[in-house]
């Protein structure tokens, strides 16, 4: 392949390497497009459209097809994330403890909205339906890590701690 072509700026050649390599061994297995979209999303953190195109040439698929497979399953991100996920609950028992409070206060202080991720990549917004944690209202979960009882000030308190 023809690689100038196929610059992009979150991915270096050690990154193109290993994408040639994961490609190669799937080559001609049409079937394998999930798992070449997968293992080429753990190397650059995200699925940019060059990648794409990249894969579907030459996987040698129509670019409609690996798009399709791209934005159907949501284990997959065409944009970039941070280095940290957030998840503030939006569910019933949460919104009327002031989640919203808190999902404007997030905005104010990082400039992220539910689904974006902050110009530094520091952080990713998403605002879920329920985290199962209702008992605990507001809840946000950082990462792996759920924290309840949260007042705006209290969520940003938490989030400094995450760098
Ligand atoms: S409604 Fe927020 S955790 Fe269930």
Known sequence: MNLNKF???DINDNMWNE???????????????????????KIVGYLPVTLIDYISLSLNLPASE????????SLFS??????????????????????KEIINRIDAEYGIKAGETSKDRRFS??????LGAC?????MVIDDK?????TPDKA????QEYN
Do not use: S, W
């Not at 690996?66 to 399953?73: L, Q, R």
């Not at 065409?78 to 989640?99: E, M, N, Q, R, S």
């Not at 008992?135 to 809840?139: K, Q």
């Not at 940003?156 to 989030?159: D, G, V």
């Open 156 to 159: 940003i308190e938490k989030l």
């Open 7 to 9: 610059q992009h700026p």
């Open 78 to 99: 065409l944009k970039p994330k941070g280095k940290h996920t957030i998840k503030v609950c939006t569910g019933t028992a949460c919104y009327v403890k002031g989640t």
């Open 125 to 130: 917004l998403d605002c879920v339906r329920c």
């Open 135 to 139: 008992g605990l209202a507001p809840a």
């Open 66 to 73: 690996v798009f399709g497979v791209a934005t159907f399953y």
């Open 19 to 41: 994408i040639d390599k994961i490609i190669d061994f799937n080559r001609g297995d049409k079937g394998a497009v999930i798992t070449v979209l997968r293992k080429c999303q």
């Open 146 to 150: 759920t924290y309840g009882g949260l």
